[in-house]
């Protein structure tokens, strides 16, 4: 579909070209001495129109040809980035293109452009900062299309990256909690992505995260028991993933001078509270679905406990 618009909008620009073409090479019609001709368009007008037309339509259909055959086997996150990289540079061509034609002049084009470019980079900061903060985007991918990301105080889902601005659809915020999306889309300017910190939930190919349960115990508790129990919930639920998943966290800390002991599968930590003991279940899980799992782990660990009571308590009292 693509494609065949961009060879159509061609055969525009062919067909634009060659009007142009024909005017210019017929007898002007101020030198024909025919009466009610005096006040017609002068025929270079009308050949310059037709050949702005003819670059405007060139560089509409190119891009549509270039776009079709680049995204044949490129994927979304791709697909959306190049979209934008030919939107900018046809566009750019289009505009010098068609300045050029008008006033017949390309070198005072190009130099007028700049002139221009430079007195309305003092009048325009804050979007050529975004669009500076688009070309660090697509140079350094600190995020992409698809991403979970956290941009100051704003997390979302990012949705589209456009010349000026980052579409977020929301996650978290006033309305809700607990990683769930709020249905709200946010837009967020580019240029934050260089004067703030920006937190990528998928990381670089990695979209698995450390997260924690938390459970309160007496202390009466049977400690050692009570780890054994949460650590082999949690393994059996989680099953080879989070082994597969710690494997590739190894990887990715093998190409860095970061040296870390990483456990292959979940462990608790031990802390004392004044009345109780928290129990911190510490495990690797894909992002997405980090709160689904700690809520069924929480479930699962809970049913375990209360099996045993006999050997793990819970705190009492309204203090906690």
Same mark, same amino acid.
């Given at each position: 579909?693509?494609? +065949? ?63 079709? &055959? ?59 900062? +975004? ?66 910190? !920006?937190?990528? &939930?998928?990381?670089?190919? *990695?979209?698995? !995260? ?14 050692? &028991? ?78 375990? *406990? ?15």
């Amino acid at each position: 579909m693509r494609r +065949s618009i961009g060879y159509a909008s061609l055969g525009a620009a062919l067909a634009s070209a060659l009007a142009a073409a024909l005017v210019r090479a017929t007898t002007p019609l101020a030198d024909l001495d025919v009466p009610g001709l005096s006040a017609a368009v002068p025929d270079e007008a009308a050949a310059t129109a037709l050949l702005a037309a003819a670059v405007l339509f060139a560089a509409n259909g190119a891009y549509f040809v270039v776009y079709g &055959f680049a995204i044949r086997r490129a994927t979304k996150r791709r697909a959306h980035d190049l979209r934008n990289v030919l939107r900018l540079a046809f566009g750019a061509l289009a505009l010098v293109g068609v300045l050029g034609v008008v006033t017949d002049r390309w070198v005072g084009v190009l130099v007028s452009l700049g002139v221009v470019g430079f007195a309305v980079t003092f009048a325009l900061q804050q979007p050529l900062l +975004s669009l500076v903060g688009w070309f660090y985007v697509m140079l350094k991918r600190p995020y992409a299309v698809g991403d979970r990301v956290q941009m100051g105080e704003m997390n979302g889902d990012v949705i589209a990256v456009d010349f000026l601005v980052t579409t977020l659809w929301e996650i978290n915020g006033p309305l809700v909690s607990s990683n769930q999306p709020s249905g709200r889309v946010v837009t967020v300017p580019n240029s934050q992505v260089l004067s703030s910190e !920006v937190v990528n &939930f998928a990381g670089v190919g *990695f979209p698995y !995260v450390w997260n924690e349960l938390t459970i309160q115990v007496a202390y009466e508790t049977d400690l050692v &028991f009570a780890r054994e129990r949460m650590t082999a919930v949690a393994d059996d639920y989680l099953g080879d993933e989070m082994a597969d998943a710690v494997e590739r966290y190894r990887g990715r800390l093998a190409e860095t001078a970061v040296e870390l002991e990483v456990s292959e599968r979940p462990s608790v930590n031990i802390v004392q509270q004044e009345s109780w003991v928290e129990l911190r279940l510490r495990y690797l899980v894909h992002h997405r679905r980090a709160t689904r799992v700690r809520n069924d782990l929480y479930e699962r660990v809970l049913a375990a *406990f209360n099996d045993a009571p006999d050997r793990v308590g819970f705190p009492v009292g309204r203090n906690r």
